[in-house]
């Protein structure tokens, strides 16, 4: 089950862009992952001819693939398709006028 979280966006571009300076918002969803995790066991026996067993698990983290539509207050949408592990991501946003948007994400 995917945890709706929210994303804010602010554009930034040309003076004369339209959008420069307007935060976009909205819910954000996480689609699928490539995160693994699994378990090991190991069976044997001893130089004293005992058996032996050892277990051990891995896991990895992979990226996570999310979703966002988002609005601003001046009536405009974006839907984004986003990739990435946390603190950094990427993706595009595409605006109701299909203009598409280059997104990289950074922790501050």
Same mark, same amino acid.
Not at 40 to 59: D, E, K, L, M, P
């Given at each position: 089950?995917?945890?709706? %979280? !929210?994303?804010?966006? !602010?554009q930034?571009? /040309?003076?004369?862009?339209?959008? $420069?300076? +307007?935060?976009?918002?909205?819910p954000?969803? !996480?689609v /699928? ?7 090991? $066991? /190991? ?9 032996? $067993? ?11 693939? /999310? %979703?966002?539509i ?8 974006? !839907? ?19 203009? +598409?948007?280059? +997104? +990289?994400?950074?922790?501050?």
């Amino acid at each position: 089950m995917s945890q709706v %979280k !929210r994303l804010e966006a !602010r554009q930034s571009g /040309a003076p004369s862009e339209r959008g $420069t300076g +307007v935060v976009h918002s909205g819910p954000v969803v !996480r689609v /699928a992952s490539n995160d693994t995790f699994g378990f090991a $066991t /190991a069976y044997g026996v001893n130089s004293r001819g005992q058996s032996a $067993t050892a277990i051990s698990s891995a896991s990895s983290i992979g990226d996570k693939y /999310a %979703k966002a539509i988002l609005s601003s207050t001046d009536g405009h949408g974006l !839907r984004c398709d986003l990739v990435g592990q946390f603190p950094t991501a990427g993706g595009i946003c595409v605006d109701d006028q299909r203009r +598409v948007y280059d +997104v +990289v994400m950074v922790a501050k």
